[in-house]
Structures are given as C-alpha cells and as structure tokens.
C-alpha cells in the first residue's frame, strides 16, 4: 500500500516529461495539419544543445534554469529555420509527402548530431541539488522529478493563457479551424506558421533539456520520443492540448504501476492503451472528428493503367532482370535480391495506401511476421523453406484481418497512426519474448534449402514471387473488386448507398496487403539467414512509405520504381559515404519539394505533355 | 476604385472565367448577378486571391492585385464575405471581430466591436457565444461585422441574403446600406435582382463567367429580355 503513493509521484514526473514533446507536437497539428516526425529530433537537439550549454555553466539551480531556457530559445531558432527552408513549402501537399518530408529531415538532424557530439552518450554530471531526494510517505522521492511534476501543469498554464488571452492564441485558434479564411481576413499566415512551429520546437528542446538529468542525451531519442509523442496526441485527441495532458498523465501513471506489476509489458502496455482509446474514442480522448482544415484540396489519386509505350519498358526491364545473373556478380545480384523483396514490400503498402486509402506507418511489422513466422517454423519445428514462404504470408494476412477488424472504422491520420501502434508492439513482442523470438540477437540459421543456397537461383526465386505477386496486385486493382475499393475509398458513404461493404473491402485489402508483405518477409529472412527485431522497427516502416511515395501512389508501376530506385540510392549511398542519412534526408526533402506527385507522377505527367504538344 | 480586366481562372483544366471585365467606382454599390454556377464567387476569390487567377488585371486603388496573397490584398483594403459564412465556429463573438481586426486606415472612421453592435444589435448581446452556435442570420452578420474590422475601402459581399428569413434579409439590406451611405464601396454578388435592388446603383450580369451585360439598375429593369435571358426569376 505505502507504495501507491511514490509509484504515482512517478508516473505524474513521466506525464510531465511526456506532455512536454506532445504538447508542440499537438500544437503545430493543429495548426498546419502536419504531423511533424521531426519533432522527435527537436528534442534530442534539446537534449544535445542542452548538454553542452549545461556542462558550461556554474552548477547552481538558478543557472541551471536559465541553461534550460536558453535551450528551448535555440531550439525554438532552429525550428524557425526549418519551417522557413522545408515545411512552408510542403504546407499544400498531400498529408503523407508532408511526413516524408519532416522524416527527411529526421535524417538530416541525425547525421549533424552525431557529426556534433560524436556518437558517445552524453550524460549530464549532476550536482548535489539534483541528486536530492524528499521524504514521501516513508520513502525518499527524487527531488527533481517534483521539479518535473510541477513544470507539466505550469508549462500546460502558460499555452492556455497564451492560446486563449493573446491575440496570438486568438489567430492560432482560427487558423487551426479555417485557415484559408484568416488570410483573406489579412493575417500572414506564414509568420503565423513560423511562430506556432517556433513555440512547438522550443517545448520540444525545453522537454529534451528537461530530460537531461534523469536520462542522457543520445542519438535514439529521435525515434523513441517520437513514438510516445504519437501516442500521446492520438490518445488524447489529434490537435487538443488539455488532451494530451489528460493522455500524459494517463500513460505515465499507467506506466509507472505497470512497471511495478508486469515489468515486461511496459512497452506494450503504452500501445495497447492507444488501442483501446481508437477502439471506444476514434478521435481519441478530448479530439473532434476530423475535419479537413479549408483549403483547395488536391484530387485524389487515381490510379491509370501505363501508357503501352510504358509497358514495353517495363517488359524490357523485366527481360533484363531475368538475364540479370549471367550479367553481374554476387554483391550486385544479393541487391537485386532486395530489390525483388523492397518490391513486395512497396507494392503490397501501395494497395492499401493508393487504391485503399489507408495510409500505414508500420508496415513493417506484416513484413516482420512474415520473416518471424518462417524463422519461428524453422526454428521450433524444422519446416522447410517452401512451407516458410506458403506458413509466412498466411500469418501476415491473418494478422492483418484481425488488425482491421479492429481499425477499419478509423480515418486518415488516426488509422495510419494506430499501425504504427501496431507494428511497435509487434517489435516490442518480438524484443522482449527472448526466450521465444532470441531477442535482440534474433533467429539465426535461417537458411535456404540446398538448391537455394547459391544467389543465383534464389534470385531467381525472389524475382519470380515478387512479380508475379505485383501482377496479381494489379490483376486485383482491375477486377471489380479493384474498383470497389477505389470507389470506397473516394465516397465510402456513396460506396455504401451502392450496396458496398466497405468495411469488409477495407480488411480485405489488408489481408491482402498484409500477406503479400509477409511472403516479402519471408523471401528476406531466408535470404540473410536470419530475423531481427529490427525488420519491425520503425525506420524499416518508414522506408516502405518513402518507396511508395517517392515512386508516387497514382499508378501501379509507381511503388514498384519506388522500390527500385529507393534500393538502389540507400545501397549506394550506404557504401559512398557515412553520412548517408544525411544525403538521404536531403534527397528525400528536396524530392517532396520538387515532385509532389512522385517521380512515376512527374515522368508520367511530362510523358503526357509530351505528347499532346 | 475596382477594375476588372480580362480577367480568366481555370480550376484544373476547367476554364471558369472568361475574359472577365467589370468596374466599380469609388463609393458605389454595383452587383454582379448570374445563375447558379456562372461564375460570381470564382470571380470574388480571384479578387481577394484565394483562387489563383491565369491572367487578367485587377486593378484595386491604381494597383495591380492580381495573384498578390490574400493577406496582402485584404490589408490594402478589400474586404471578402464569403458565401457560406464561414464564421470561426469556437470563437465567441468578440474573437471573431479580433480574428478581423486591422489597424485604422487613413480617411476612414475605424470600426470597433461598439460602433458594429450599433449597426448589427443582435451580435451585441452575444459578445462570448461561440459562433458555431448562432443562427444562420446572427453569422451572416457577425462575417460581415468581422470583415469590417480590417477597416476595408471596398467590401466584396458573395450572397448576403442567401438562405435567410424574409425579417433578417430586410435587416441585413438596411445594415448595407448603412455601410454605402458611410462611403464604403460595394460589390455584391446575387442570383436575381430582387434583394440588389434597394442597394446597387449599377449592375453586371454573368453568363459561364463572361460578363454579358452591365449597366444601371434602372436599365436592367427596363430591359425585359436580359432578365429573362440570364437571370433566374
Ligand atoms: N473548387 C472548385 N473546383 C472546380 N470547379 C469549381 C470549384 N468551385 C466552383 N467550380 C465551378 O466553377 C463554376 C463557377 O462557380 P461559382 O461558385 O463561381 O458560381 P456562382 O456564380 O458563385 O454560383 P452560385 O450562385 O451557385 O454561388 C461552376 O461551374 C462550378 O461548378
Ligand atoms: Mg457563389
């Protein structure tokens, strides 16, 4: 019982810390309707930035606070210089490119860091007053995190007061309802824009400085921080700040007794929370339905069957992937091999993104079932590789109809969110379930048969599935249920009044997608030897959307370029240069910037004006 | 004060308006009038620039606007009332005004909350209701309140009468004749004459976004074939 006391005080220091990044996270949604990946980064830079204005200041409380301010400044300055270079031009872009985007820059922040600091973690020397601990209730507390449990509520006074007591917070309020209108009312918008991102930036350094002296400042933040952040916005309602208080709280303290009962399912406890809110509150716990903020929306894509022209090409190509072995050597043909797999894993995401119009930012976890599914036969029941590759898309799929059962209700931001819950407690299962899943050291000896062993045939093998698996994907996309779907997705209202199940034609583009996913998987893990946590992790997801949207979601050959060309980028990349996150991250936001569509959209569109002139 | 020249917007590949030319002078009240469709609000937004126009001048003051943003044209003076009101729907009443509020313009007496709850009465007694809970009339007021707080020379009003009670459309038409006999320029767009009638001095008729006809009011009232041509009765 004497317990109950400390564990909360806990769980209220976490919600403080977890409010802190969602709070901007949720400010600058609300504003631009971007969801911004990059806020994680913002974070760690304030960890980073923190550390080293820290470490140089005389160790009183009164420089220390002053220290913490002067973080969130700078990080607020950054934010302002990353608005103006890269948000404000993909403000009028489809919602997914915007993601791209800000992930690009995810990218960028991780390179200059450890380009910065080095790739050591940095932990901040803390002195006597920080170690302090105060009695309660019979066992000594941290002083610190009482310090943090009083910054939540002050920091969440302050952005009340400014919201609804400035002009400010008044022009904010509008822009987030109608932002079309407020400028035809004669607001800037753009230095509108700039100061909510400044201000949403400065929380997440103020929160990444504030992180300092219970944790340290390290190059995994990013990712970690963005995943809670997510959950906390979508818990409490995309857009709500008293929202994402009450999610804060509810999580830290969710977490802290969860900790004290079943130590192992902290991470999955987090996600399954998230779940249980969409499932009862779709748009989360104090969030409104969604309503497209006014603005000339862009038309939805359609997806054309290629130009015949296009097609001999394609032919062509694929011709020559077929001589591809007796033409280059093993490095180059294990690549071609990723290839085959990138393309199943572009290609199943495009069916359920393009023609299902369900985004996903855990794609990565079908895949990862797959590889674990035949890695687990192998492993635990000696099956061979052919049932591997038949066991692993029938558990994708069958995942993935449960899943949608689940989330075939959700729109837009909150379903492609709650896939990212998805996949991560799929990587937690699979990290945390040693005894099952090896762990983080993964299932080895994951390997082919002997007629596979060799590159060559397995090649061979990869390139058969994956295409024949993209004909049939477009073979679907032409059947009528092809056009269900597209119907559904367009007006699921007018599908409905048609006589369209659309709910059951959404879970089967998932079982769908899932499956063919899962064989991608699979035709993976046999193909290295062995399955890692890793395939489920939230970069790997990230690289099926950049495929998808870098090829562009309006035609079927689309991911498939994706795929292709994001392989071949990352491979040169990867062996060119160690800063490869960093030219990558570039790549990626000047190509949102200056193609929109995709690159197979852009080629596509000049192809077109070509011949009509 | 306004003058419309040549005037074309497409929406994607759809050639909305055609060589659109009209003008208005300084302290008038001229209407455009049109069906359904002709083109009237594409015309509005292209002005304030919330639609890109392709080519075309508008010239507002002696300045050419066209393809300017819409904060920019909007603090030089124009003012825009959208068709479907569009009011800020968690924003009381007062917020609203400040969402509108620009600096005093030189020559002209500044609106404040105080002087628009003389001239729209009913938005005074709900300063801090939300306007997401107001009657369709009490937001087609407060949007053209919170339009007169940027203090405009010229307002563009896009079918003020639109869906309103016979009572609160004779409200609304005295409230802008206040306004016109303040000085403030109008360009009032509307699907027949009846509500145009009492207020505009001149009138321009649109047909799919050319303008067909323009002259006075008198004029269109005497021309019969105008009328039953373009204008739905
Ligand atoms: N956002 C849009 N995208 C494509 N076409 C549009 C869009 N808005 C209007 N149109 C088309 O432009 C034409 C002119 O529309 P507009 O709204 O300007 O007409 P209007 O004269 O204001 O009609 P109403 O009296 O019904 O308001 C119509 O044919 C309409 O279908
Ligand atoms: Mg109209």
Known sequence: MSSILPQLLTGLATASSLFLISAGLTIIFGVSRIVNFSHGSLMMLGAYIGWSILTRLPREPEWFALGILATALATALIGVVLEMAVLRRVYRSPELFQLLATFGVVLIIQDVTLLLWGPTELPLPRPRWLRGFVEVAGSRFPLYDLVLIAIGPLVLGLLWLALNRTRWGTLVRAATLDREMVAALGVDQRRLFTSVFALGAGLAGLGGALSLPNASANLGIDLSVIADAFVVVVVGGLGSLPGAFLASVLIGVLQAFGIVLVPKITLVLVFLVMAVVLVFRPNGLLGRPQTEAREATVAAPVVRPAPPALRLLGAAALALAVAAPFIVGGYYLTVLTDACVAILFAASLHFMMGPGGMASFGHAAWFGIGAYAAGLLLHWAGAPMPLGLLAAPVAAGIVSGLFGWFVVRLSGVYLAMLTLAFAQIAWAVSFQWVEVTGGDNGLLGVWPPDWARDPRPYYWMALALSVGVALLLRRALYAPYGYALRAARDSAPRARAIGLDVERLRIVALVIAGAACGLGGAIFAYGKGGVFPTYISIPHSVEALLMVLLGGLQTVAGPIIGALVYTGLADILVRSTDLWRLVLGAVIVVLVVAFPEGIAGAVRRLWLRGREA | ?233
């Open chain 2, 1 to 233: 004060m306004l003058a419309v020249h040549g005037l074309n917007t497409h929406y994607g590949r759809a050639h909305i308006l055609q060589d659109m030319a009209f003008e208005v002078g300084a302290g008038e009240a001229m209407v455009l009038l049109g069906r359904n469709g002709a083109g009237k609000s594409t015309a509005m937004k292209s002005i304030i620039g919330l639609v890109q126009p392709t080519s075309g001048r508008i010239l507002f003051g002696g300045r050419d606007i066209a393809g300017e943003a819409p904060h920019r044209i909007a603090r030089s003076g124009l003012g825009y009332v959208p068709e479907d009101r569009r009011v800020f729907a968690d924003l009381t009443v007062m917020e609203n005004l400040e969402v509108g509020r620009q600096p005093a313009r030189e020559g002209l007496r500044p609106w404040t909350p105080a002087r628009l709850f003389e001239l729209f009465p009913n938005l005074g007694r709900m300063r801090d209701r939300p306007g997401g809970r107001m009657s369709g009339g009490e937001q087609q007021m407060l949007t053209i309140a919170r339009t007169l707080m940027g203090n405009p020379r010229l307002v563009l009003l896009d079918e003020p009468s639109e869906g309103l009670a016979p009572v609160i459309v004779q409200a609304m038409a005295e409230a802008i004749l206040a306004l016109k006999a303040e000085g403030l320029t109008i360009l009032l767009a509307e699907q027949n004459s009846h509500f145009a009638e009492g207020i505009a001095d001149r009138a321009t008729v649109v047909e799919k976004g050319r303008a067909v006809w323009s002259g006075t009011m008198a004029a269109l009232r005497a021309d019969e074939s105008v009328r039953a041509q373009y204008l739905a009765l």
